[in-house]
Structure formats: structure tokens, C-alpha cells
């Protein structure tokens, strides 16, 4: 089992429309992660740290379930939309993958 941990810093001012566009986002991406076999989709946001952060982070069987979530992903229709309007607001970004060894 491995969690995926997607890590966006917003734009200065922009954390709250990041953070709605991936609330839109979740239900696809929630779909899409199960659909592979995954589960335990959820978003964060910063309390303290590096300002306007958004986590969303979710559990996958491995990294090749992984692949397949990303790609029925992006073939979902109305994920391309929400990513044209998510790519403006990111300042920068990051994906971790973490092995899951107790618990």
C-alpha cells in the first residue's frame, strides 16, 4: 500500500480559489482512485508551514494503480477544465509517494 501526497502552494492571495477548484476536483479524483483500487482521498490546507499550501493526499494498492488513476484521470471530460482553471492559481508543487510499512 502507498500514499500519494500532491502538494500545491497557491499564488500570494489565491489560497481560497485553489482551494475550491480542488473541492470541485475531489469527486473525480475520488472516482478515479477507486475505480484502481485506492481509497481515503482527502485535502488539507495549511495551519502552519509555508502559506496558502493545499494537500490532497490518498492511498493506492501501488504505484502502477497509481498510473491508472492518473490516466482515467485526465480522461474524465470535466477534469480538463478544472485543471485549465487550477494551473493559473499554483505557484509550485510537488508529488510523494510513501511505502506503507505499519499501521
Known amino acids: ?6 502538494v ?4 500570494y492571495g ?13 469527486p473525480s479524483l475520488e472516482r478515479a482512485i477507486t475505480e484502481v483500487g485506492g481509497g ?7 495551519l502552519s508551514g ?3 499550501t493545499i494537500v490532497v493526499e490518498y492511498t493506492l494498492p501501488s504505484l502502477s494503480a497509481w498510473e491508472g488513476a492518473r490516466e ?3 480522461a474524465l471530460p470535466e477534469f480538463g477544465g478544472l485543471f ?3 494551473v493559473p ?4 508543487g510537488k508529488r510523494e509517494f510513501w511505502n506503507v510499512v505499519a499501521g
Open 84 to 86: 485549465e482553471r487550477m
Open 1 to 6: 500500500m502507498i500514499v500519494v501526497r500532491d
Open 72 to 74: 482515467k484521470m485526465f
Open 8 to 11: 500545491f502552494r497557491a499564488k
Open 89 to 92: 492559481l499554483v505557484e509550485t
Open 14 to 26: 489565491s489560497g481560497g480559489d485553489l482551494e475550491n477548484v480542488f473541492k470541485e476536483m475531489l
Open 40 to 46: 481515503d482521498v482527502r485535502m488539507m490546507e495549511d
Open 50 to 52: 509555508e502559506f496558502f
